[in-house]
């Protein structure tokens, strides 16, 4: 009889727990819904884009950094994530160098470890001479400028310097289209850091909420979010949305699909 009490007691205790947790998911859940149902429906004040590789291909580039890296288009992605994982060790030190000269130190320590032998001239070469004449992705051109039309106000926000941009939107027709133009390097911290965002929604002087990031980088995207922002990614062949973040509310295969979607918004 005592055994059977004590395992009433223990599994009665086991389901009060039970009670007093369940609840708080739901409660949660349920508020998360209705921020999804909001965003869904309320127009953000600022669009935000990301640059390379969002709104610029990035085939000319990637072309030139695999010849110099012997012919092995394989090492491309490893180079990519040394040089985002460098800027970012960069922001962790307070340390800051414009992000091409970061992609420049990756890209020869990618090498390195594969037994090529490239000289600092030669990895910034392949790199920023490429990088400042990229064509925009085909539906672009015209997505921005429905955009534009329907009334929002277009920010670039990007790792890159001003100035890169700058040179980039001038070559690919881009320059007019934009508010705005916003780099980290006036704060020295690099997306994804939530900093970043914090700051280029202050610079706006608009809330996180009423801000909405365009970006083909799950990482740009999941910082977003983590920072009270929305969200919209295009998935451009090889882009991945980060699974321990929330969901963006809008995720389409180029721009032109997700323009159609926020004009829609009310």
Do not use: C
């Amino acid at each position: 009889m005592k055994i059977n009490r004590r395992n009433f007691i223990k599994n009665t205790a086991l389901v009060g727990i039970a009670g007093a947790t369940i609840p708080n998911y739901g409660f949660a859940t349920n508020k998360e819904n209705d921020m999804e149902t909001n965003a869904l429906t309320n127009r953000p004040k600022v669009l935000f884009f990301d640059v390379n590789e969002t709104l610029l291909d990035l085939t000319a580039m990637k072309t030139s950094v695999g010849n110099l890296l012997g012919g092995r288009p394989e090492l491309l992605p490893l180079w990519f994530t040394t040089m985002l994982q460098y800027s970012l060790v960069s922001t962790v030190g307070r340390q800051y160098n414009d992000f091409g000269i970061i992609g420049a130190a990756a890209l020869q320590m990618v090498a390195a470890n594969n037994g090529i032998s490239i000289s600092e001239k030669e990895a910034k070469d392949a790199i920023l001479g490429p990088i400042r004449s990229l064509p925009a992705h085909p539906e672009v051109k015209a997505s921005l400028q429905q955009l534009k039309d329907a009334g929002y106000k277009l920010v670039s926000f990007t790792n890159s310097s001003n100035k890169g941009v700058k040179t980039q939107f001038e070559n690919a027709g881009l320059l007019d289209y934009f508010d705005e133009r916003l780099s980290i390097e006036e704060i020295g911290k690099f997306k994804p850091h939530v900093d970043a965002y914090d700051w280029a929604s202050r610079k706006m002087d608009i809330k996180p909420s009423e801000s909405l990031l365009v970006a083909a980088h799950g990482w740009d995207i999941a910082g977003a979010l983590w920072a009270g922002w929305r969200g919209a990614f295009i998935s451009r062949p090889g882009a991945q949305l980060y699974p321990l973040a929330a969901k963006p509310e809008i995720n389409e295969s180029n721009l032109e699909l997700v323009a159609k979607k926020l004009i829609g918004l009310k």
